[in-house]
């Protein structure tokens, strides 16, 4: 079945750095959305991706979806400490179930002062 | 806030016992789907309804986890004969059901058999 890798598992960083996220699908996705929970909470939505190449920005966060679509990145600009939480992508195969969203293993973000 | 709502918050049974959750999705949404969570993973599909009609089951869900949603609005999850290994926080997402839509999740249950 499909999988969704992300790497790295965990990142820990300091208030200012960077942060990128990556996501790899082991099959072609129609899009891939993006989801943020944060510690004891629940997967909240943040963007979703649709077209091969493209790159979405929201404030600090820009977000890409691979020319093949089979991965995504995340990055982060200049972290704060209310961007801890796990990140999560999450994608619709191109051959599966449309309204099948298969999530993918998730970046834990730690970030300090 | 009409968002998602699943009750109960927390639910601790002993191995061998029934289990019961429910899940109010917002209102106009006709999509609704459970995922189960363990710690430091991501969500893992379970089933999901468009309206009442049940369409997907996930083949890792067993013959002891059945859902319904009878009149397409409210849902509930049953795990029969619970086992340890059942433990997990179990979430709720509704959509509207347009293609490609996003979730909207719920807080979630969190399940813990002894």
């Known amino acids: 079945g499909q999988q969704v890798m992300q790497i790295p598992q965990y990142q820990h960083v300091q208030e200012g750095e960077d942060f990128t996220t990556y996501c790899n699908s082991s099959t072609t996705l129609s899009n891939i959305q993006w989801y943020k929970q944060r510690p004891g909470g629940h997967p909240v939505f943040l963007i979703q991706?649709?077209?091969?190449?493209e790159v979405k920005k929201q404030k600090r966060l820009t977000f890409q979806f691979g020319e093949a679509k089979k991965n995504s990145s995340l990055h982060i600009t200049a972290t704060q400490t209310t961007d801890v939480g796990t990140y999560f992508c999450?994608?619709?195969?191109?051959?599966?179930?449309?309204?099948?969203?298969?999530f993918g293993t998730g970046t834990r973000l730690q970030v300090t002062l | 806030d009409t968002g998602v709502s699943q009750d109960p918050r927390h639910k601790i049974t002993k191995r061998g016992q029934n289990v019961t959750f429910r899940c109010d999705p917002i209102?106009?949404?006709?999509?609704l789907y459970w995922y189960r969570q363990t710690l430091g993973q991501g969500p893992e599909f379970l089933t999901y309804f468009q309206n009442e009609a049940q369409l997907e089951k996930s083949r890792l869900l067993s013959d002891r986890f059945s859902a319904e949603r009878p009149k397409g609005s409210f849902s509930t999850l049953e795990i029969q004969r619970t086992e340890q290994g059942d433990s997990a926080m179990y979430l709720c997402a509704s959509s509207t059901g347009l293609t490609n839509e996003k979730l909207f999740f719920g807080s979630g249950t969190q399940l813990s058999v002894l």
């Open positions: 991706l649709v077209k091969s190449g």
């Open positions: 209102s106009e949404h006709n999509r």
């Open positions: 999450a994608g619709v195969s191109d051959t599966g179930t449309a309204s099948k969203l298969t």
